[in-house]
């Protein structure tokens, strides 16, 4: 009889079975939380993925190197002249516009590490210059001589203000 009375209210039990069913993924998510928070990088982590950097006393045609994520990474501040300069020219083995590489055309930010083998260049007359086989980098960081294969990487980064600048994020 009592089956009887079950199958005769198939919406109570619909309920039930909705009810456990809730109440069980509300426990599968609270359980989860714990594990996909300990996947979040720690700030020591995130204080090493980024760097800020002050650029205000870098005069004009001068360079600054710091170090982020173990690489040196350029932050050059170009003069008039040379932004008008790349800004004129695609580069050459690595076509790209001087637009697409820099956020103000006033500063480029590039990783200095050589596209070739990973030696890192050096600033020499307009552009890098990398010792280890020659190869050769503009103003924008584009390759203009092989053999390395590809202009220098431009790194994620973002402007806090006209002085500072964060390595790391975009
Ligand atoms: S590592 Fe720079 S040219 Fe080979």
Redesign the pocket.
């Known amino acids: 009889m009592a089956n009887d009375e079950t199958l005769a209210q198939p919406g109570r039990r619909d309920f039930l079975t909705q009810i456990t069913a809730a109440v069980g993924g509300v426990g599968v998510a609270a359980a989860c939380v714990p594990f996909v928070a300990s996947m979040n990088p720690s700030s020591d982590v995130l204080a090493k993925a980024t760097t800020e950097v002050d650029i205000s006393h870098i005069p004009p045609d001068g360079v600054h190197t710091v170090p982020w994520q173990g690489k040196p990474v350029f932050i050059f501040h170009r003069t008039e002249e040379q932004i008008k300069q790349m800004q004129a020219s695609n580069g050459v083995l690595d076509p790209a516009t001087d637009k697409t590489r820099v956020q103000q055309p006033q500063w480029l930010v590039v990783v200095g590490v050589?596209?070739?083998?990973?030696?890192v260049?050096n600033k020499e007359g307009p552009g890098w210059v990398?010792?280890?086989?020659?190869?050769e980098y503009d103003d924008s960081g584009r390759v203009i001589r092989?053999?390395?294969p590809k202009n220098l990487e431009v790194p994620p980064y973002h402007f806090v203000d006209d002085s500072r600048i964060v390595i790391g994020v975009a």
Do not use: D, L, R
């Open positions: 050589c596209t070739h083998m990973g030696c260049p990398c010792h280890c086989h020659g190869s092989g053999p390395a």
